[in-house]
């Protein structure tokens, strides 16, 4: 598994639209690196990518080793995106989706329900 986080210059949108493009090239590049992988009878690795955007706590963590880490329900939602979301694609949440408008093109993939709340997935393309 692997978490980045963007958008921490306080712009959200840009961070959306910026995550949504960074997730996109991950994914062209997992995609031809599978290629390449199959054709050499090598192992291919491949990926689901979710997001989501709000807020998050950060701190480091640790008494002898520390390590900066990040949590919250944004965390948690985005994890979440991922979890539901099928290989080679990138699954975002409502609030991405409102926050990167008609830039890419977004359809929906249901509705992910955890202790009584509901967040509308999309797929994006």
Known sequence: AYLFVG???GDPKQGAVD???????????????????????????RARLGIHTGPLV???VGTNKF???????????ASRMESNG???????SEAT???????FD??????????????DMFLVS
């Not at 099928?86 to 975002?92: A, G, P, S």
């Not at 977004?106 to 967040?119: D, I, N, Q």
């Open 19 to 45: 995550s949504l493009k960074a997730a996109r090239d991950i994914q062209t590049f997992l995609r031809s690196y599978a290629e390449e992988c199959q054709e050499a009878g090598r192992p291919v690795f």
């Open 86 to 92: 099928q290989v080679d694609d990138i699954v975002i």
């Open 7 to 9: 958008g921490l210059d």
């Open 106 to 119: 977004c359809r929906p993939f249901g509705t992910y329900e955890e202790h009584g709340k509901s967040v």
């Open 67 to 77: 390590a900066y880490d990040i949590w919250g329900k944004s965390v948690n939602i």
């Open 97 to 103: 989706r409102d926050l990167v408008g008609n830039q």
């Open 58 to 60: 950060t701190g480091v």
